[in-house]
């Protein structure tokens, strides 16, 4: 059974490959110091994707362009085709078809360890972090949420193991159409979405701060968001920091368009100064945006 999950686009090839470098380097790194290496991939998908592009060549009659359908490797599949390879690898999914995928890529690689979880993403992450001893494991998760489902209290659970590093492509479009201008226009279920993405109501007063003078009128003036985009990505990232060791600064996704969708951040649990340092010389490499210039310019 071959299930297509066709997504992509500039901010897709930069962040798959983005992580595609982080865990090369991350277990050519850490293979020999620790027993278990692990990944898991909280949205995993099918492991792969289907991308329409433009045919390239033809004849010069006036027409458009017939497309042509290309099957690319997914993080799942990036993830196995890492060397040295993971220990063990934890592809979560919800929907069933591509759990499905998942299953049947797992199926080609008997000789490895990986388990499939048709779970919430939020509860399979939790009862990870809760079932196992994280002394002699390190792992990385890569969190690519469909949009704003990655719950404050998960990535408390995944920092506290001091031994998982957290790519996180925070939808930070998402964030910003849930925050609305006006405070008063923040209905009850974007309320309860904003406070189950922070973990408290704290971002009521954070981003909607009261006046401490009263108008002409006596009247309190109407609380108001004060931040652009830019701005809501430093909350988050001053937000993360509280919880994780160290969080680096984000690239922003797409790279040079706009409006900006996404922040792609890296979340580092384990507080120690050598563990910090090398997951920084790694990922700040990977996140200099001079990088991505050149993918950038060669999909326009």
């Known amino acids: 059974m071959s299930i297509e999950h066709e997504f992509g686009g500039q901010h897709t090839e930069i962040k798959l490959s983005i992580v595609d470098g982080y865990l090369r380097a991350y277990v050519t790194a850490l293979r020999s110091k620790f027993k278990h290496l692990w990944y898991i991939d909280a949205f995993a998908g099918t492991g792969g994707r289907t991308v329409r592009t433009e045919a390239r060549g033809g004849d010069l009659v006036e027409s458009p362009a017939p497309e042509a359908i290309e099957q690319r490797r ?10 040295p390879p993971f220990d063990f690898l934890l592809f979560v999914e919800n929907n069933p078809n591509h759990a499905a995928a998942l299953h ?17 993403a939020n509860a399979a992450l939790k009862a990870l972090v809760t079932a196992n001893r994280w002394n002699d494991k390190r792992g990385v998760v890569f969190l690519d949420p469909y949009g704003m489902e990655v719950e404050w209290s998960t990535l408390q659970a995944l920092a506290s193991t001091e031994a998982i590093d957290v790519w996180f492509l925070f939808p930070l479009a998402g964030l910003y159409r849930q925050a609305a201008r006006r405070l008063v226009d923040i209905d009850a279920s974007k309320r309860a979405s904003l406070t189950k993405m ?26 108001r968001r004060q931040l652009d985009p830019r701005g809501l990505e430093r ?15 984000p690239l922003a996704l797409p790279v040079e368009k706009n409006p900006q969708m996404f922040s792609l951040f890296l979340c580092i649990s384990n507080r120690s100064p050598e563990a910090i340092g090398l997951a920084k010389r790694i990922g700040n490499h990977l996140l200099e945006p001079k990088r991505h210039r050149i993918v950038s310019s060669t999909m326009k």
Do not use: C, N
Request: charged content about 30%; proline content about 4%.
């Open 235 to 249: 909350y988050v990232e001053a937000r993360l920091s509280q919880i994780f060791g160290h969080v680096l600064t």
């Open 198 to 223: 922070f973990g408290s109501d704290s971002w009521e007063k954070e981003l909607y701060p009261i006046a401490s003078e009263p108008d002409m009128f006596g009247d309190l003036p109407e609380r």
């Open 104 to 120: 049947e890529l797992a199926a080609k690689h008997l000789q490895r360890k990986i388990v499939v979880a048709e779970d919430d």
């Open 74 to 83: 997914g993080s799942a599949q990036i993830a196995l085709d890492v060397t």
